[in-house]
């Protein structure tokens, strides 16, 4: 598995002026899989304001170290590469981040990261490729 065998799942730079944007991604492979998703607000916009939703659903966002931080949990295996929308809106403006377990993946594979890492993320994708065939009936 290489960076360009998913490349499919590259996103690039997601930001509103007004609101903010993604500023990076994390994936829990604990006992249920975690996609986290990072936002870093523009300067002056109070998060009391915002609303944050998941695929139109309304979430909690949590502060994390200056950002604030949208979880999308219990992801099944053949969902890995499944996108999430997510809004950021102050019901004027919207950020708009779509993203996938597949494309943490895929920055991981296309940077300068550890080759355990790599190992890692790769055995994730041939995993989600495994659970997608067996749901299809492969």
Avoid: P, W
């Avoid at 006992?31 to 009391?48: I, P, W």
């Amino acid at each position: 598995v290489t960076a360009e065998s998913i490349a499919e799942h590259a996103r690039g730079e997601q930001a509103n002026d007004a609101i903010g944007y993604l500023a990076g991604s994390n994936l829990s492979l604990k006992a249920a899989t975690t996609l986290m998703l990072y936002f870093e607000l523009a300067d002056g916009v109070d998060v009391s304001t915002l609303t944050f939703q998941v695929n139109g659903a309304t979430v909690e966002a949590v502060e994390a170290g200056g950002y604030y931080l949208v979880s999308i949990e219990n992801i099944a295996a053949h969902d890995l590469d499944t996108e999430y929308t997510v809004t950021v809106s102050d019901g004027t403006n919207t950020l708009t981040a779509t993203y996938s377990a597949m494309a943490y993946v895929y920055n991981i594979l296309s940077r300068d990261r550890a080759q355990e890492l790599k190992d890692v993320v790769a055995a994730l994708r041939l995993y989600n490729l495994a659970a997608d065939a067996y749901k299809e009936g492969v």
